[in-house]
């Protein structure tokens, strides 16, 4: 079974710049997670969907930061315009929504704002 | 505030010897606790999980204690094999599926 999809896994831009990061999830898992990891911590979470459907984005910088899954699979993550401190691993989950819940991590998309 | 702390940033263990890393926790209301592992370039991957009902989970190598009235948990490792080398990340489930993180602590098996 394939497991989560992200792209790019590298990425350098210059301050101002937008981005766009894609993520696929594991086929069925409805429930799909954004997070920021920076260099030393461990992920946060920036927005969590149930199928299509925003469900938490209560950590997401609305001023620059917007995601979208439309039709309830694929996902992207775009930040615009990116600053310094942007510079981070974007990683991307999934599940199935159950009881347990465990969630299962794609490779991330590391970004180098300069 | 940091609700779920791994306060040990590195671990170095003997290959063979046992390795154990810590994780304490603020949130009484935490149903379901998990640990990942990462390798570097690599995403976080599932380990091993624990009810809160619970106070122990075992699988092969891996176990995983849980103390309700401490707020601590702690996986050890037995015995600890040069691929166990990475970091691992304690995570903590707060409400319909949101997990939060500790920092990681990095461990290292030496031959």
């Known amino acids: 079974e394939a497991g989560v999809v992200q792209s790019p896994r590298y990425k350098i831009i210059e301050k101002k710049q937008p981005v766009a990061f894609w993520c696929n999830p594991i086929s069925g898992h409805n429930t799909l997670y954004w997070y920021l990891q920076n260099l030393g911590q461990g992920p946060e979470l920036l927005i969590r969907?149930?199928?299509?459907?925003?469900?938490?984005d209560s950590q997401l910088p609305k001023d620059r930061f917007s995601a979208e899954r439309l039709k309830g699979v694929d996902s992207t993550l775009k930040i615009q315009p990116a600053e310094l401190g942007d510079s981070a691993v974007y990683l991307c989950a999934s599940s199935l929504g159950d009881s347990q819940g465990t969630q299962y991590f794609g490779p991330g998309t590391r970004l180098t704002v300069l | 505030d940091q609700q779920v702390k791994q306060n040990s940033p590195s671990l170095s263990v003997q290959e063979g010897r046992i390795s154990i890393l810590n994780c304490d926790y603020t949130?009484?209301?935490?149903?379901?606790f998990l640990w990942y592992k990462k390798y570097p370039a690599e995403g976080p991957t599932f380990l091993i999980s624990i009810s809160s009902i619970k106070d122990k989970n075992e699988d092969g190598r891996f176990t995983v204690f849980l103390n309700k009235s401490a707020k601590h948990l702690s996986l050890h490792i037995v015995p600890s094999q040069p691929g166990d080398s990475a970091v691992y990340f304690c995570?903590?489930?707060?409400?319909?599926?949101?997990?939060?993180f500790g920092q990681g602590t990095r461990l290292t098996i030496n031959p």
């Open positions: 969907y149930e199928n299509e459907e925003a469900v938490d």
């Open positions: 949130n009484s209301m935490f149903d379901y």
């Open positions: 995570a903590a489930r707060e409400e319909a599926q949101k997990l939060v």
